[in-house]
């Protein structure tokens, strides 16, 4: 094998590179503004284990409380917010990440003039 190849990872394929990234629209918040999925461009035969969406929230609005089976992080691209999340609070901002345990309540509210906009990569626990 050449120095260099990548020969070897064709039976074993622990890492893929994908295409361009696009999004469709998923639905609405009840007040804060839209979310888009991603459409992961990995074939139908080696599907990502996780899903992803973009989503935004208006200034002075809040997301809709969500609890779910699945665990999620979230990564603040731009904008500010106060996260609730089971019994606690914290202020996020640009490049913060917060992440959540299958079945935590979580919801944020845009306490900045911006719109607030993040990413949300989840996926469902190993023992699901």
């Given at each position: 094998m050449r120095r260099g190849s990548l020969d070897h990872m064709r039976t074993t394929n622990p890492a893929m590179a994908s295409g361009a990234v696009t999004f469709e629209h998923w639905y609405?918040?009840?007040?804060?503004?839209p979310v888009?999925?991603?459409?992961?461009?990995?074939?139908?035969?080696?599907?990502?284990?996780?899903?992803?969406?973009?989503?935004?929230?208006?200034?002075?609005?809040?997301n809709d409380l969500d609890v779910h089976r699945s665990r999620e992080v979230?990564?603040?691209?731009?904008g500010t917010g106060s996260l609730m999340f089971a019994d606690q609070t914290a202020v996020l901002g640009a490049g913060d990440?917060?992440?959540?345990?299958?079945?935590?309540?979580?919801?944020?509210?845009?306490?900045?003039?911006?719109?607030?906009?993040?990413?949300?990569?989840?996926w469902l626990p190993v023992d699901d």
């Open positions: 609405d918040f009840a007040e804060g503004g888009h999925r991603a459409l992961l461009p990995f074939p139908s035969t080696a599907p990502a284990p996780f899903e992803v969406a973009r989503w935004s929230v208006a200034p002075n609005t809040s979230w990564i603040i691209v731009s990440v917060a992440a959540f345990e299958s079945r935590v309540p979580h919801q944020i509210r845009n306490d900045g003039p911006d719109p607030l906009l993040a990413i949300s990569v989840y």
